[in-house]
């Protein structure tokens, strides 16, 4: 049982050594294909926390009119917590506002602020749903009330950059899938050839007796090898760069102070996946040109 | 032992290469099939080893029911019969003690087991001496030797034989004929079509005669019967 097994593998291994250039390219086929796959899939996983982590902390402000009174903040806060699915609500002063305005301003420019005679902040209020998904819903009804000014989502920007990484990876998606039937196909053809290359074998096998797996294995072996080295290049390549990227940023994405998934995390991940579709791709596309051409 | 009852072939592309044939040939005989080209005697050889299925008609070979075996069992029937050719089918790259491994390493025997057997079947037909030399480096009729040696290794009840000597000179195929001879004498059944008519009108056998898919002459030890 092991040496037939042994056998099979040798057999497949030569297979893809006699056949050098014809695997040399299908495996191209597979990493290119297993590298953008990849590239997608890191930038899912990053999407994925990100979107998460957004929709938790999810809130928006409502501004009321400037002259409201701080009772009047009260009131429409209290109104605004009756509503249904509202969290909670926070009331930030007209004069908490201008400080938290001053410490972002920093000390030069905030002493432009004190040229007010009168504080000419509105008072804000933070609203944060229950659920995260009604937040336009409970916004729109904020902005009904009598003495709200304007409301706005403070994570309007990162919602849109959201929406650009959603369309990117759907887009990568698509050239996966296309490319990965590419691979397939190549991978087949690869193979096709050796099994035109070996007839005479084959052939010989038929007559004294080999059954039909007996014939089979070196080819899928053939194609599972290819899908396999396919596969190492471009998990190596991402995790390694994915690894030297997350170290540098301090694993934070820059733009948007969003955590990055960690790398080791990610880098098993990618690493399971990447190895599973090259080896089910390669296996795939052995299992089909075999099944056409051999044929007992 | 082989037994056909009215069997007919037709190829897709519409050649009537058999049309009701039937016969019955014993263990331990030594048939001839002989008639003109594209009488149908390639036919009637590869239906034996289930190359082609009838189109109609039943055939048993070593138990087998030829028409009901399964795909996955065309190996088990292969396994008791052994085949030769004209062209020899030896793999170039392989030497003969490794042609012949190669017909044991397909039905999984072990190394050891396999060693042992090349050299029994190999010295069998004479070529100890020669097991680890290429196809290449041996005459027609020393290649044609390992392929009765390799159709051997199975210990086959049966070797079927297409025109074994039809690329060897005279000498070549009485060695070849005497080695067939010696493997009939062991109780081994013989079924070899043939064009060589000294050979068949000398070793006098079995004749079973092919003209237009149909058997038109059965003898025991018939002669050749047709005029080059």
């Known amino acids: 049982m092991m040496s037939r097994i042994f056998r099979h593998l040798r057999e ?15 495996m191209s086929a597979v990493i290119v294909t297993l590298a953008v796959l990849g590239f997608s899939l890191i930038l899912t996983f990053n999407v994925a926390q990100m979107s998460t982590d957004v929709t938790s902390q999810l809130e928006f402000s409502a501004f009321l009119n400037v002259n409201a009174t701080q009772q009047t903040g009260s009131a429409i806060a209290a109104q605004i917590k009756a509503l249904p699915g509202v969290e909670s609500v926070q009331v930030i002063s007209k004069n908490e506002g201008l400080a938290q305005m001053k410490k972002e301003l920093g000390s030069e420019m905030g002493d432009v602020l004190n040229a007010f005679k009168q504080n000419p902040l509105p008072i804000q209020l933070v609203v ?12 729109r009804q904020v902005e009904e009330i009598q003495g709200v000014a304007t409301v706005r989502d403070p994570h309007q920007l990162a919602a849109a950059i959201f929406r650009t990484l959603a369309i990117v990876r759907d887009v990568g998606v698509v050239f996966v899938v296309a490319l990965l039937i590419t691979s397939m196909f190549l991978i087949s053809n690869t193979i096709r050839i050796t099994i035109f290359s070996r007839r005479r074998e084959i052939e010989i096998m038929k007559l004294v007796g080999a059954t039909n797996w007996f014939i089979r294995w070196p080819f899928i072996v053939e194609g599972m090898l290819i899908g396999l080295v396919g596969a190492v290049v471009p998990v190596l390549v991402l995790v390694y760069g994915y690894r030297s990227l997350y170290i540098r940023a301090k694993g934070v994405f820059s733009g948007l102070s969003f955590p990055l998934v960690q790398a080791g995390d990610l880098g098993v991940k990618l690493a399971v996946i990447l190895l599973a579709i090259g080896l089910f791709i390669g296996l795939w596309g052995g299992v089909m040109s075999v099944r056409r051409f051999l044929r007992v | 032992m082989i037994e056909m009852q009215d069997v007919w072939k037709e190829y897709p592309n519409g050649t009537q290469a058999l049309n009701g044939i039937s016969v019955q040939i014993q263990k331990g ?4 099939v002989v008639g003109p080209s594209g009488a149908g005697k390639s036919t009637f050889i590869k239906l034996m080893y289930r190359e082609v299925r009838p189109t109609r008609g039943h055939i048993f070979v070593n138990g087998f029911n030829i028409e009901r075996l399964k795909d996955h ?36 025997l072990s190394h050891k087991q396999i060693r042992k057997r090349v050299r029994e079947v190999l010295s069998q037909v004479g070529l100890e001496d020669k097991m680890d030399m290429l196809p290449s480096q041996l005459s027609g009729g020393e290649q044609q030797r390992v392929a009765v040696a390799r159709s051997l290794a199975n210990n086959p009840t049966v070797i079927i034989a297409d025109e074994p000597t039809g690329n060897l000179d005279p000498d070549t195929s009485w060695g070849i004929m005497r080695l067939f001879q010696h493997i009939n004498d062991r109780g081994t059944t013989i079924v070899m079509a043939t064009h060589n008519r000294e050979i068949v009108n000398s070793m006098r056998r079995r004749v079973i005669a092919i003209e237009n898919g149909v058997i038109v002459r059965d003898e025991e030890k018939g002669y050749y019967g047709y005029d080059e």
């Open chain 1, 12 to 26: 497949g291994i030569k297979n893809v050594i006699r056949n050098g250039w014809m695997s040399f390219a299908s």
């Open chain 1, 128 to 139: 944060k749903p229950a659920d995260p998904h009604q937040i336009d819903r409970i916004a």
């Open chain 2, 29 to 32: 005989e030594f048939v001839y």
């Open chain 2, 73 to 108: 069992k065309i190996p088990l029937l292969r396994r008791s019969i052994g085949v030769v050719f004209q062209d020899f089918k030896l793999l170039p790259k392989l030497t003969a003690a490794e042609n012949v491994a190669f017909a044991l390493e397909v039905i999984g």
